[in-house]
């Protein structure tokens, strides 16, 4: 559990730069394919027969879409959706689905995140929050480090009394390779403010979003 505060963010072009992951090398859509090509040849196969005659273009489309978050914008996705607000209490999403790729192995990370805040005189869309766990889920990651950005996003934005996040992902990596362990899963948290500070606070938020562990 990571219980910690960051410095005062005061716009979100700075949340997103204090939270980047990395300049992206600029290549081009063929020498990606061509490295996908390479790849099937390394594998022993054929990327001329027919069941492989495309399939450079169609990873090359997927790793696209499951890495859109690199070329999002939290101004854009934002579009203006935090308000002036006369609320104190803890606002809660839980089991907000998350698809993420393990940057070690680019394998599938799935999961949920349960995300709060305790306004102090603004909110935000409630989508909105699905939307910027999206935005740093579809990107190489690790667990640890995309819970501690969805929090500092929320935390830098909104200026809150505290923000709280919790993911609970099964790893591919550890499912499919490696130990080969379904049904094993991994839980991260990252609290700030008042979660970090106050202990009753923080039981609260852990026990409005106890739930059944199995995905389903």
């Not at 072009?13 to 980047?20: E, I, R, W």
């Not at 102090?120 to 990651?141: E, F, H, P, T």
């Amino acid at each position: 559990m990571t219980l910690s505060t960051r410095p005062d963010l005061t716009s979100a072009d700075q949340v997103l730069s204090s939270l980047a992951t990395g300049q992206q090398q600029t290549v081009t859509e063929a020498q990606m394919m061509q490295a996908v090509r390479t790849l099937l040849i390394g594998l022993g196969e054929d990327p001329d027969r027919e069941g492989l005659k495309d399939t450079p273009k169609r990873v090359m489309k997927a790793l696209q879409f499951l890495t859109k978050g690199y070329d999002e914008s939290l101004d854009e996705l934002l579009n203006g959706a935090v308000f002036t607000e006369d609320a104190n209490e803890m606002v809660l999403v839980r089991d907000i689905d998350i698809f993420s790729s393990c940057e070690h192995h680019i394998l599938p990370i799935i999961g949920r995140a349960h995300v709060a805040y305790i306004p102090n005189g603004k909110v935000i869309g409630l989508s909105k929050i699905a939307r910027i766990c999206d935005m740093y889920a579809r990107r190489l990651q690790v667990q640890e480090r995309l819970t501690v950005q969805i929090a500092d996003a929320l935390q830098g934005l909104l200026k809150p009394q505290g923000v709280a996040v919790v993911i609970e992902a099964t790893h591919m990596c550890m499912v499919m390779r490696g130990v080969q362990k379904p049904g094993s899963w991994t839980v991260t948290s990252a609290m700030r403010g008042v979660f970090a500070e106050d202990v009753g606070t923080r039981k609260e938020f852990m026990n409005l979003i106890r739930h059944n562990s199995n995905f389903r």
